[in-house]
């Protein structure tokens, strides 16, 4: 176990290695940026898993998603997942939940010990539902917001949800949750890079119904242009942010958070 994660115990203590070990971390959607979000966690040396996601891979995810692959085309994303993270690390625990995440599945996610969660999820209510869960609950969580339509990974940053600026989903998200009475402590990772398309409303942006799920393997929701690069940036600034909340340490600079780009 400590020669698999020689390099990071060389460099932060083989006490962290030892720690991380013992860390269960869920992971809740596992497309561009969780699958890249859990690659690096699991080659990280966090120890416990439980990954959620309902969908199976297909071909319009080989362009940016990590798990995506020709010979991964029409299998569950958490059962690729699970094997590949067993390949990295054999001890590793992973808990491979293909449910859908929503208020009906939630006892059964957040059942037993868990350090933080990470919202990977690219469908507005069920990631408004899970932040509020979450929240209102004290659990530990972060989230990713858009990063479909960006092409400048140098505007990437990190902070908290309610302190976001430029981005039309973690806009829609702070109004929904400031109803709920959700306030400050989610951090996010989010770029305020302009984008140029119209959202619609999150009442058109509703799911297929079960059946439709269950038949085509998806879910209804608009087609977004989007780059390997800059999802999986998202995804590894995510996994970065999960470390330092894990080991509770800065394990950033404090210019990731800047209020003064607002004026720029």
């Known amino acids: 176990m400590q020669e698999r994660f020689l390099r990071i115990s060389r460099f932060l203590g083989d006490e962290v290695i030892e720690q991380l070990s013992k860390k269960v971390v869920v992971i809740v959607g596992l497309g561009a940026v969780g699958g890249y979000c859990f690659e690096s966690l699991c080659r990280s040396g966090i120890g416990n898993f439980k990954l959620v996601d309902f969908d199976i891979v297909g071909i319009t995810n080989i362009n940016r998603q990590i798990l995506a692959l020709d010979s991964t085309l029409g299998k569950s994303k958490v059962e690729i997942a699970k094997s590949r993270g067993l390949d990295i690390n054999p001890e590793v625990n992973i808990d491979a939940m293909n449910i859908f995440a929503h208020e009906d599945t939630f006892d059964k996610i957040f059942e037993g010990k868990i350090d933080l969660v990470i919202d990977a999820i690219d469908s507005f209510n069920p990631k408004c539902c899970l ?128 209020p003064n780009e607002r004026l720029k």
């Open 131 to 258: 932040l509020e869960y979450a929240y209102k609950n004290d659990y530990k969580i972060i989230s990713s917001m858009g990063a479909a339509l960006r092409k400048d990974p140098s505007l990437i940053r990190t902070g908290d949800l309610m302190d976001t600026w430029g981005c039309p989903l973690a806009k829609q998200v702070r109004t929904r949750l400031r109803k709920k009475n959700v306030g400050r402590g989610i951090k996010a990772v989010f770029s305020p890079e302009e984008v140029n398309y119209q959202y619609k409303d999150p009442s058109q942006e509703e799911h297929a119904d079960f059946n439709e799920q269950i038949r085509n393997q998806g879910r209804r929701r608009n087609v977004l242009g989007s780059l390997p690069t800059v999802t999986g940036i998202f995804g590894l600034t995510l996994a970065h942010l999960a470390l330092g909340e894990i080991m509770n340490v800065e394990l950033a600079g404090k210019a990731s958070f800047n």
